[in-house]
T-cell receptor, first 112, second 115 residues
Framework: DQQVKQNSPSLSVQEGRISILNCDYT??????FLWYKKYPAEGPTFLIS?????DKNEDGRFTVFLNKSAKHLSLHIVPSQPGDSAVYFC???????????FGTGTRLTIIP | ETGVTQTPRHLVMGMTNKKSLKCEQH?????MYWYKQSAKKPLELMFV???????ENNSVPSRFSPECPNSSHLFLHLHTLQPEDSALYLC??????????????FGPGTRLTVL
């Protein structure tokens, strides 16, 4: 049973618009969440994270929102740029350890 | 070399072969990880080493045998694999397994095909 779910396998967004990637989780013990970005033929690279004591974390064009009651987080990218085209993975951990549980990823395509 | 490197990048092997995957991190980290990514499945954690000691074995079959001779190097020895073991094998490192959830830095992966 997948504890971290990314229900949209793909998403296409016009350049300059907002990209919203969603992630749901089932384990209420998860208290730290991360987003990774992966280009073809490369390993995933860390993008942004959020602790369960916060509901929002922002880093430049990237903002992650956490809704604990809904067990849902989202990644907003604004404005979207062609270089943002990649696969985005949501990951979660519990108890402050580094055992990450990943989602299956969402392929984001930015249309010029 | 910087970051996390993995060799080989591609590997094709028969079910009776023995091969090894190598990972090296140049970040001064103390924790290293092996992940498996099969098609349309999430990344699955296989093994964790913290300060050269194995701290996690995620019910991985014995045909996969990890080795961590020092904090910078991690190997995955493969023998008598099955076709369903074909996948992308990713190595990652982080500062310290016990230091709290820090971001993990990934290598580019080895694409393994078992015939």
């Amino acid at each position: 049973d997948q504890q971290v779910k990314q229900n949209s396998p793909s998403l296409s967004v016009q350049e300059g618009r907002i990209s919203i990637l969603n992630c749901d989780y089932t384990n209420s013990m998860f208290d730290y969440f991360l987003w990774y970005k992966k280009y073809p033929a490369e390993g995933p690279t860390f993008l942004i994270s959020i602790s369960s004591i916060k509901d929002k974390n922002e880093d430049g064009r990237f903002t992650v929102f956490l809704n604990k009651s809904a067990k849902h987080l989202s990644l907003h990218i604004v404005p979207s740029q062609p270089g943002d085209s990649a696969v985005y993975f949501c990951a979660a951990s519990e108890g402050g350890n580094e055992k990450l549980t990943f989602g299956t990823g969402t392929r984001l395509t930015i249309i010029p | 070399e910087t970051g996390v490197t993995q060799t080989p990048r591609h590997l094709v092997m028969g079910m009776t072969n023995k091969k090894s995957l190598k990972c090296e991190q140049h970040l001064g980290h103390n924790a290293m990880y092996w992940y498996k990514q099969s098609a349309k499945k999430p990344l699955e954690l296989m093994f964790v080493y913290n300060f050269k000691e194995q701290t996690e074995n995620n019910s991985v079959p014995s045909r996969f045998s990890p080795e961590c001779p020092n904090s910078s190097h991690l190997f995955l020895h493969l023998h008598t694999l099955q076709p369903e073991d074909s996948a992308l094998y990713l190595c990652a490192s982080s500062q310290d397994w016990l230091a709290g959830a820090n971001e993990q830095f990934f290598g580019p992966g080895t694409r393994l095909t078992v015939l």
